[in-house]
């Protein structure tokens, strides 16, 4: 008999966290709300139990209504699930990190979160407006705190037990070295830009070395050109396993080693990005030695501005 192909059921120990990760994550930046609510259900039915998001999606409670729902219609537990969300730019100062955490617990109907991470190293003025810009269209910084202050507040979260990890997101490796010197609860997880187009290896490496998972966001390179999904070594491993480029993407992402978020309102493109399975060792070995492509598609790890925040008119943005 076949013995079934566990890559999708992967999970990830936290070295400096209580649990596992399960590699496969649903992203949850989907700015409809009734949207979002379906597409977190189509996700848990699908099998997904990693689900990633933040205050700053406008969306934690369509989220947590999905999670409670299901929830209670016994479909699962919730520590079945592995719950991320993340601290916004405006709410960097310590004194602001722990009602934002309380705030977003609230909204997804959460007692805890597995993952609480800093949405990026740049804090704004603080404040309730969250994208604060000066008169010109530039973003205002908030120069009053350090991002090691804001890390010290996240260990005081993982002290009171209702943060079982905590990490950084949109983050260059110089800053990720320094919080890790600095930490005294060491990053669980960090979560970046990767995908065969940006496959990080330094940061890959730096992460193994000390016990951090990297999470890839835009494990499919954003449907941006160049199109990731179009590229000959992907396509070409697809046809000849019969996946699709999507699968071939995600299941690289998992057997190098990183989890991976990928998101969808398509119920049918749900279950196919969920259905990975093992590829040969010569296909991974393809993927990493001809391709040539190397592109970033987000410039958030440079401004702090993510690239789902439309751009300003007569303001160079990031993508």
């Known amino acids: 008999m076949e013995v079934p192909d566990m890559l999708r059921f992967k999970r990830i120990p936290l070295s400096h966290g209580t649990g596992t990760i399960p590699v496969a994550g649903f992203g949850t930046l989907i700015p409809d709300v009734t949207a979002t609510k379906q597409a977190v259900k189509a996700a848990l039915s699908t099998g997904f139990r990693h689900f990633d998001c933040a205050e700053r999606y406008l969306n934690e409670e369509a989220v947590g209504a999905a999670f409670s729902e299901s929830i209670a219609a016994g479909i699962l537990r919730r520590e079945d699930l592995f719950v991320t969300t993340k601290l916004w730019n405006t709410n960097h100062r310590p004194e602001r990190v722990r009602p934002a955490f309380e705030t977003s617990c609230r909204r997804l109907k959460v007692d805890y979160v597995d993952a609480y991470l800093i949405h990026t190293p ?43 990890s905590i990490g950084l ?13 600095a930490a005294r609860i060491k990053p669980a997880i960090v979560q970046v830009e990767a995908h065969p187009y940006l496959p990080e ?10 016990g951090i998972v990297l999470l890839a966001f835009a494990a499919l390179g954003h449907a941006m050109v160049p199109n990731l999904l179009e590229d000959p070594v992907v396509t070409t491993i697809a046809k000849r396993l019969g996946k699709t480029p999507a699968q ?33 060792e010569d296909a991974m070995l393809q993927m990493r030695e001809h391709i040539t492509t190397n592109v970033r598609f987000n410039g958030v790890v440079d401004t702090g501005v993510p690239g789902f925040i439309p751009r300003v ?7």
Do not use: M
């Not at 205002?140 to 507040?153: F, L």
């Open 122 to 164: 740049f804090a704004f003025l603080p404040g309730e407006e969250k994208d604060p810009r000066d008169e010109y269209g530039h973003v205002i910084y908030d120069p009053g705190v350090k991002s090691v202050d804001t890390w010290r507040a996240l260990e005081e979260l993982v002290d009171s037990g209702r943060c079982r």
């Open 169 to 181: 997101s949109d983050v260059s490796l110089e800053k990720l070295k320094e919080i890790v010197e």
């Open 201 to 210: 290896w330094e940061l890959l490496e730096y992460c193994q070395k000390h």
């Open 248 to 280: 071939v993407a995600l299941a690289w992402a998992a057997q190098r080693g990183t989890a991976f978020l990928t998101t969808s309102k398509n119920p049918k493109r749900i279950e196919e990005n969920f259905d990975i399975s093992t590829l040969p």
């Open 313 to 319: 008119t007569g303001v160079q943005a990031t993508k």
